[in-house]
């Protein structure tokens, strides 16, 4: 097994850091991944305990948040220090020629060489894999795990530059090579070659007979397979919850059944066959010839895979097993708890704008009332309802913006629902077709320095792991902003749900009566009637008979 290190400011990616730690550890044991490198011993010198730990290293992760540099206000970033971990670490690795691999969590992209020191300008040109907490993280890992075994199956097929350097025929003054130049050396060499070519070959034989006959009884062994993700008494919230799993060595599957409570669910046919690369990986005493014959002679199953199943919203066991004709494995088994979903709420309405000429009667009003619809009516529906509202002059610039960073930074589980709520004036920029966001001291004539753009909502919703709900109320038609914000917000890539207060041919409408838009009207009685209608579905089927 390889030997992985990880190198990550806490500050910056701790809790990401630690599912893509789970996730390794659970591939390739608990015993080759380590993440806490700079961890000691009081009275060493911390360099030479880093370069000692990197010794044992076949390839080092650099997790790199947005806070990887450990910028703290005006001072200079941490990574500049010569004494910093983060830099140590990636400095060793790139000095022992250990394979690092960057790993972009949180939206962050790679540093520029300009912002690292020169000693660290190397790492900007290493190719790095993107990590997402939401419902990719499960295919960015596979990804992860799949460059791993590459990266390390190379290295071993390369000869470490010490040892070249003791090839005797490497070195044209090596006695060796003038005896290998001698004429009557080469044909005594040629004699024994073949000599020994026709001495050996009933043991080529007997090893060919032998190799068929264990492959044969392999394909009579029940396979195995065991549960990687998620690990037992993990918690869920959501319906749809991502199994990875992973088959014993040499195991031929053919059907893998998916059970809740001891009823199969779901049954699917594993991908196959692996290719011989990685039936060599797998079986370090495989040369690539015997991968061949393994392949010719009968492909083993696909080693991991993933698959999306739908559970029943309560305390279970998950089962998986795989069968081989009527060959059956032991049931791999966890224990799944249910927890009801999260409820986070960034709820933001402007009517009074510093700017006389930006005019959204009801804003503030409309904001209060959805809010109060959110806590009063579903905090039966979630575990935890959050909510940070902003009004009128509260709703600047800065903290629509700090909002988006604490959604950011709260929702965490795939479980968790999202809800953005905005009630005030909108603008397109014509120059450059972006919508914005226009809080309490917008200016339209400096609309890029005071307004919110599309690209910051983008930024976070595309974090948001979970359910997410966009709800615009800024006087602008579908029509005009539907190419611009609803198809960008709703790519796949995205997903949001977006509601507008104005289909292509309407206008936005107040009801003066009750100070409120037509549009969250709508909403909060769309919003009352459910919850009336669940409650007499719930009391129906919970009468006595």
């Not at 070519?197 to 009933?202: K, N, V």
């Not at 893998?256 to 011989?276: C, F, H, W």
């Not at 933001?348 to 209060?368: C, E, I, M």
């Not at 595309?462 to 109320?473: M, T």
Request: charged letters at 25%.
């Amino acid at each position: 097994m390889p030997i992985i290190a990880m190198s990550y400011r806490r500050s910056d990616s701790q809790d990401i850091t630690g599912r893509i730690f789970d996730r390794l550890a659970g591939h390739f044991g608990s015993t080759s991944v380590f993440r806490d490198i700079d961890n000691i011993r009081p009275g060493l010198d911390f360099r030479e305990q880093i370069a000692d730990a990197l010794s044992r290293t076949n390839v080092l992760l650099a997790v790199v948040g947005p806070n990887w540099f450990g910028s703290a206000g005006g001072a200079e970033p941490r990574i500049s220090d010569e004494g910093d971990f983060v830099r140590i670490e990636i400095e060793t690795a790139l000095k022992r020629s250990i394979p690092v691999i960057p790993i972009l969590v949180s939206g962050a992209k790679m540093p520029s060489p300009p912002q690292l020191p020169e000693s660290l300008q190397s790492f900007s040109f290493r190719h790095a894999l993107t990590v997402d907490s939401g419902q990719d993280f499960d295919h960015h890992m596979s990804r992860l795990i799949r460059s791993i075994d590459r990266l390390v199956a190379g290295s071993a097929n390369r000869i470490p530059a010490d040892e070249k350097r003791d090839d005797p025929f490497a070195n044209p003054k090596s006695g060796l090579r003038k005896i290998a130049a001698s004429r009557w050396t080469y044909l005594a060499a040629m004699v024994l070659f073949a000599a020994g070519s026709w001495l050996a070959w009933p043991s080529v034989n007997t090893w060919l007979q032998q190799y068929r006959s264990a492959n044969s009884e392999r394909s009579k062994t029940p396979p195995t397979v065991e549960i990687t993700y998620p690990m037992n008494n993990a918690r869920f919230s959501a319906e749809n919850i991502a199994i990875s799993y992973r088959f014993g060595p040499d195991s031929n599957v053919d059907r893998l059944e998916i059970l809740v409570d001891g009823k199969p669910i779901k049954a699917i046919t594993p991908s196959r066959p692996r290719s011989e690369s990685s039936v060599t990986a797998r079986d370090g005493s495989m040369s690539q010839s015997q991968a061949a014959m393994a392949r010719n002679e009968g492909s083993v199953t696909q080693s991991e895979g993933s698959i999306t199943v739908k559970l029943p919203l309560r305390d279970l066991q998950l089962s998986l097993i795989a069968w081989n004709g009527e060959l059956v494995s032991d049931a791999a088994e966890i224990r799944l708890k249910y927890s009801k979903p999260r409820l986070f709420g960034l709820i933001v309405g402007v009517s009074d704008y510093f700017n006389p000429r930006l005019v959204q009667q009801y804003g503030a009003k409309d904001a209060r009332d959805f809010a109060a619809i959110l806590q009063n009516n579903l905090t039966s529906f979630f575990s935890d309802v959050q909510m940070q509202i902003m009004t009128d002059h509260e709703a600047t610039r800065a903290s629509m913006m700090s909002g988006l960073e604490w959604l950011e930074s709260q929702v965490n589980e795939p479980g968790d629902v999202s809800v953005i709520f905005f009630s005030g004036n909108g603008m397109i920029e014509e120059k450059s077709q972006t919508f914005w966001f226009m809080p309490s001291e917008a200016d339209p004539e400096k609309i890029r320095t005071t307004a919110v753009s599309q690209d910051d909502f983008r930024r976070t919703l595309r974090a948001l792991p979970g359910k997410v709900l966009l709800v615009l109320d800024t006087g602008v038609r579908l029509s005009d902003i539907e190419q611009i914000l609803v198809k960008d917000f709703t790519a796949p890539e995205i997903g949001t749900v977006v509601m507008v207060s104005c289909a292509k041919k309407q206008a936005s409408v107040n009801f003066g009566s009750v100070q409120t838009s037509d549009f969250v009207v709508g909403i909060v009685k769309g919003i009352r009637d459910t919850k009336q209608r669940l409650y007499t579905r719930n009391c129906a089927a919970n009468r006595p008979q």
